[in-house]
C-alpha cells in the first residue's frame, strides 16, 4: 500500500511514538528552502535554534537594489556576532554540518529578486564572496532577466537573464525560479547547466494558483535534478489561514507521487514576527507602487496550525513518518535533498 494510501487509515498520534519522533527528526540534518521572517529579533534566532533547524534560505534581497542588499549584508554580519550563540553563516555543504555539530542553525544568504545586481554581472562573483548562495531570478513582476509569475505578459530570458544564468552556474550559485513566470521557467531550466530549484512553491495542478508551478515545468525540473520545497504559505492553500500541518503534508505527498523522495523538500516560507506594513510592502509593485488590494494577512501573522513557526519543524518529520514514509525518506524530505543540491551546485560535488 502507498504512503499516501497508508495515510487515509494510520491515526498520526497512534501509530508513530512522540519519542521515535524525537529521535527520528534530532538525527536529520533539517533545512528550510524558504524563511523569510523578521530578521535581527533574538527570539527569530532562537526559535531556529531551539527548533533544530540546522540551515535556512534566509531572504536578504527582495526589492533591494544594490546599495541596500549591502546594507543588509553588513547588518547580517553583526548578527552573526551578536547572536553567535543561534546562528552561524553558511558558504559550503560542511558548513551545514558544522552547524549540526555545533547545535545553531545555519544561516544561508538568499535573494528573492536578482534586482542588487542592477545590469552588472560581475556584482555576482561579488556577493558571492560575501556568502550569497541562492538567487531567484525574478520576484512576481519583471526584471532584467525575465517575468515573474505575478506579471501582466510573460516574455521568458532577456539577453541578459541568459548571461546571468551563465554567470550563476560559473560561480556557483543556485538559481531558484518560485516566483517566476512560467515560460521563464522552462528557459531557465533549459539553459541552466547546473540544476534549479523551486525553493518554496507547490503543484498547481493540487491548487491552482499563479505561485504554484506546473506538472510540466516540475518534471522538467527534476529531469535535470533539481528540488522542490514544498510551500506553507497560507494564502496558498484552499482554506487560507485555517489550513493546518495535515494540509501542507498533503501538499508534499502530492509532489512525492509526481516526482519521488529524491526531489522533493521544505520551504516553509515563515513570514515569523513581520508586521502588516511589511507585507504591504511585499505585495507592492516593485515595491513601491502600493496594491489596490492586499491579501488578508492577520496581526500578529501566524502560519498553518500545527506547523506555527520554526519550533515546530519537527512536526513535518514526525507528521510524514506517521503517513507511512520510511526514516531514510524522512531525512531526505526534511534536508537531505537540500543538502546535496547545494553541495552539486556550490562546489560540483555530484
Given at each position: 500500500?502507498?504512503?499516501?494510501?497508508?495515510?487515509?487509515?494510520?491515526?498520526?498520534?497512534?501509530?508513530?511514538?512522540?519519542?521515535?519522533?524525537?529521535?527520528?527528526?534530532?538525527?536529520?540534518?533539517?533545512?528550510?528552502?524558504?524563511?523569510?521572517?523578521?530578521?535581527?529579533?533574538?527570539?527569530?534566532?532562537?526559535?531556529?535554534?531551539?527548533?533544530?533547524?540546522?540551515?535556512?534560505?534566509?531572504?536578504?534581497?527582495?526589492?533591494?537594489?544594490?546599495?541596500?542588499?549591502?546594507?543588509?549584508?553588513?547588518?547580517?554580519?553583526?548578527?552573526?556576532?551578536?547572536?553567535?550563540?543561534?546562528?552561524?553563516?553558511?558558504?559550503?555543504?560542511?558548513?551545514?554540518?558544522?552547524?549540526?555539530?555545533?547545535?545553531?542553525?545555519?544561516?544561508?544568504?538568499?535573494?528573492?529578486?536578482?534586482?542588487?545586481?542592477?545590469?552588472?554581472?560581475?556584482?555576482?562573483?561579488?556577493?558571492?564572496?560575501?556568502?550569497?548562495?541562492?538567487?531567484?531570478?525574478?520576484?512576481?513582476?519583471?526584471?532584467?532577466?525575465?517575468?515573474?509569475?505575478?506579471?501582466?505578459?510573460?516574455?521568458?530570458?532577456?539577453?541578459?537573464?541568459?548571461?546571468?544564468?551563465?554567470?550563476?552556474?560559473?560561480?556557483?550559485?543556485?538559481?531558484?525560479?518560485?516566483?517566476?513566470?512560467?515560460?521563464?521557467?522552462?528557459?531557465?531550466?533549459?539553459?541552466?547547466?547546473?540544476?534549479?530549484?523551486?525553493?518554496?512553491?507547490?503543484?498547481?495542478?493540487?491548487?491552482?494558483?499563479?505561485?504554484?508551478?506546473?506538472?510540466?515545468?516540475?518534471?522538467?525540473?527534476?529531469?535535470?535534478?533539481?528540488?522542490?520545497?514544498?510551500?506553507?504559505?497560507?494564502?496558498?492553500?484552499?482554506?487560507?489561514?485555517?489550513?493546518?500541518?495535515?494540509?501542507?503534508?498533503?501538499?508534499?505527498?502530492?509532489?512525492?507521487?509526481?516526482?519521488?523522495?529524491?526531489?522533493?523538500?521544505?520551504?516553509?516560507?515563515?513570514?515569523?514576527?513581520?508586521?502588516?506594513?511589511?507585507?504591504?510592502?511585499?505585495?507592492?509593485?516593485?515595491?513601491?507602487?502600493?496594491?489596490?488590494?492586499?491579501?488578508?494577512?492577520?496581526?500578529?501573522?501566524?502560519?498553518?496550525?500545527?506547523?506555527?513557526?520554526?519550533?515546530?519543524?519537527?512536526?513535518?518529520?514526525?507528521?510524514?513518518?506517521?503517513?507511512?514514509?520510511?526514516?531514510?525518506?524522512?531525512?531526505?524530505?526534511?534536508?537531505?535533498?537540500?543538502?546535496?543540491?547545494?553541495?552539486?551546485v556550490w562546489e560540483g560535488i555530484e
Amino acid at each position: 500500500m502507498a504512503p499516501r494510501l497508508i495515510s487515509r487509515f494510520i491515526d498520526c498520534s497512534m501509530s508513530f511514538s512522540t519519542g521515535k519522533a524525537d529521535s527520528l527528526y534530532g538525527s536529520c540534518i533539517a533545512i528550510d528552502g524558504l524563511d523569510t521572517s523578521r530578521w535581527g529579533v533574538e527570539s527569530v534566532f532562537r526559535d531556529l535554534r531551539d527548533g533544530g533547524v540546522t540551515a535556512i534560505n534566509a531572504t536578504i534581497a527582495i526589492w533591494d537594489d544594490f546599495n541596500s542588499t549591502m546594507d543588509n549584508i553588513a547588518r547580517w554580519l553583526a548578527w552573526f556576532d551578536q547572536f553567535s550563540e543561534f546562528i552561524r553563516p553558511v558558504h559550503s555543504a560542511a558548513d551545514i554540518h558544522s552547524a549540526k555539530s555545533e547545535n545553531r542553525c545555519g544561516i544561508i544568504f538568499g535573494w528573492q529578486n536578482a534586482t542588487p545586481i542592477g545590469n552588472s554581472l560581475d556584482r555576482l562573483a561579488l556577493f558571492h564572496r560575501l556568502g550569497v548562495r541562492i538567487v531567484q531570478l525574478t520576484y512576481n513582476e519583471r526584471n532584467l532577466l525575465g517575468n515573474g509569475c505575478y506579471e501582466r505578459k510573460d516574455d521568458g530570458l532577456s539577453k541578459f537573464g541568459q548571461a546571468a544564468i551563465d554567470e550563476m552556474n560559473r560561480v556557483g550559485i543556485l538559481i531558484d525560479l518560485s516566483h517566476t513566470g512560467d515560460r521563464t521557467v522552462m528557459e531557465t531550466i533549459e539553459r541552466s547547466a547546473a540544476p534549479v530549484a523551486f525553493t518554496h512553491a507547490n503543484a498547481r495542478s493540487q491548487c491552482d494558483h499563479p505561485r504554484n508551478k506546473t506538472d510540466e515545468a516540475i518534471r522538467a525540473l527534476v529531469a535535470k535534478g533539481g528540488v522542490i520545497g514544498a510551500n506553507a504559505f497560507p494564502m496558498f492553500f484552499p482554506n487560507g489561514f485555517d489550513s493546518t500541518l495535515d494540509d501542507y503534508l498533503d501538499a508534499i505527498e502530492y509532489l512525492l507521487e509526481m516526482v519521488g523522495p529524491e526531489h522533493v523538500a521544505v520551504g516553509t516560507d515563515f513570514c515569523q514576527e513581520q508586521s502588516r506594513a511589511w507585507f504591504e510592502w511585499l505585495f507592492a509593485s516593485q515595491g513601491t507602487i502600493p496594491a489596490r488590494e492586499v491579501a488578508y494577512t492577520p496581526h500578529p501573522y501566524r502560519h498553518l496550525h500545527g506547523l506555527e513557526g520554526t519550533r515546530q519543524f519537527g512536526n513535518i518529520a514526525a507528521g510524514l513518518s506517521g503517513r507511512g514514509y520510511g526514516d531514510d525518506d524522512v531525512r531526505k524530505i526534511i534536508g537531505g535533498n537540500w543538502l546535496r543540491l547545494f553541495a552539486q551546485v556550490w562546489e560540483g560535488i555530484e
